[in-house]
């Protein structure tokens, strides 16, 4: 998918954590057979991203279909993880889509509406739900720096966005993806009920 004859967005999948609370990096869960890391990866390519970028830390990790980024630095938070992967972004990249690898309910719809808000002229689209930003979350090449200079500790980008109100543009994904993290053995319990039931986005 490309804007008038430009290079597609890439896809940036933060997936260093140790998962603490969880019991283990979150990149290597597997729900229904399929690892976590691999599932944000599938993600983001089937919604046209390229390249996908990972970036991984507490967990080596080999994923196929990415260019995987270690982040030395994964203890100091998700704002080490963003730096590391738009570094590593190539400098013809247009735009990033930044996804996060503990939300399986984000759908490559709720991504393409992200790029095609893009595509109509969005600086940022932020994903929402219940008129709430979450993510995903697309950023322009231009904001690359500034976005990397505010991510600090365990916030990512949220910094830069909060600052700059301005740039984003809201995209309603509510009925294609939900922004719902596994973060403990009882989010993961109910994520799997409400598959089993049918009741996931």
Partial sequence: MTLHGEEPPAGLLLAAGEGRRLGGPK???ELDGERLVDRGVHLLREAGCSPVIVVIGAAQVEVIGAVVVPNPGWRDGMG???RAGLAALPPACPAVVVALVDQPRVSPAAVRRLIAAYEAGAEIAVATYAGEPRNPVLLRARHFAAAAEAAVGDTGAR???RAHPD???GV????VAAPDDIDTPADLAAFICSSEHGTGA
Avoid: E, K, V, Y
């Fill in 80 to 82: 080490s993880s963003l």
């Fill in 167 to 169: 740039l984003l543009t």
């Fill in 172 to 175: 309603p994904c509510d009925d």
């Fill in 27 to 29: 990149a290597l869960l």
């Fill in 159 to 161: 910094g830069f966005l």
